[in-house]
């Protein structure tokens, strides 16, 4: 099946400890991105990457870190520095930048 | 990111009834894309213009490119319980590399 796997689904984690959501795309496509979403809120760019070994900060990038050491895995670190880390976690993907985006099916993220 | 201005926020309908919703730019946008987000899920494509004025159907969803490239809307026709859920319109101009987002519209729909 061709598509884009987020996990885990669910994530729990104390305060002040860094966390890493997985993100994979059998889909061949050269642009990866994450995006938060917060309730009421529309989806806010964090990362995106064009190219392998490439990446670039979106609009909230604070306090979050990603790696694009292989084409299909684009995961992303939300480390201790972030203030407010919960919230549901969008991956996305696209066959380069500037086209449509397909997503994965999230990963909510709890902190407590 | 450019900030997209979308409405209704939300809207609550009987089922058989029409909807529309729309969404705005600040800015000129070369595409305009429509999601559809079900709870605890993530968005699913639509339907995705590229071209100002570009009419598309997806069965009972049509969307528009507005002529000014500034705005777009989305029409769903003969609603049906399973047409619940988020729309989101993302859309995309000159500067920077990833979509921008509105922050969406819930429907509900009532049998």
């Known amino acids: 099946d061709g598509g884009i796997t987020q996990s885990p689904k669910y994530l729990f984690r104390k305060e002040g400890q860094n966390v890493t959501l997985s993100c994979e795309q059998n889909l061949n496509h050269d642009a990866m991105y994450w995006y938060r979403q917060d309730p009421g809120q529309g989806l806010r760019l964090i990362y995106y990457s064009q190219i392998v070994n490439d990446f670039q900060k979106g609009d909230i990038a604070e306090g979050y870190s990603v790696s694009r050491e292989k084409k299909e895995s684009f995961p992303l670190t939300v ?3 972030q203030k407010n880390p919960t919230a549901f976690y969008l991956c996305a993907s696209s066959l380069r930048v500037r086209t449509e985006a397909f997503f994965g099916q999230g990963t909510r993220l709890t902190v407590v | 990111g450019q900030q997209l201005n979308q409405s209704p926020q939300s809207m609550f309908i009987q089922e058989g009834e029409d909807v ?4 705005t730019s600040s800015s000129i946008f070369n595409t305009w894309l429509w999601y559809k987000q079900d709870p605890g899920e993530g968005p699913v494509l639509l339907i995705a213009l590229y071209k100002a004025g570009e009419l598309t159907s997806n069965g009972r ?11 777009s809307f989305l029409n769903i026709s003969a609603s049906i319980p ?19 987002f509105g922050k ?6 009532t049998p």
């Open chain 2, 82 to 100: 399973s047409d619940v859920g988020i729309y989101f319109c993302a859309g995309q101009g000159n500067s920077g590399y990833a979509l921008n």
């Open chain 2, 61 to 71: 969803l049509t969307a528009q490119f507005g002529i000014t490239r500034k705005d």
């Open chain 1, 79 to 81: 480390t201790s520095a």
């Open chain 2, 20 to 23: 529309s919703m729309n969404c």
């Open chain 2, 104 to 109: 969406g519209t819930s429907l509900l729909v």
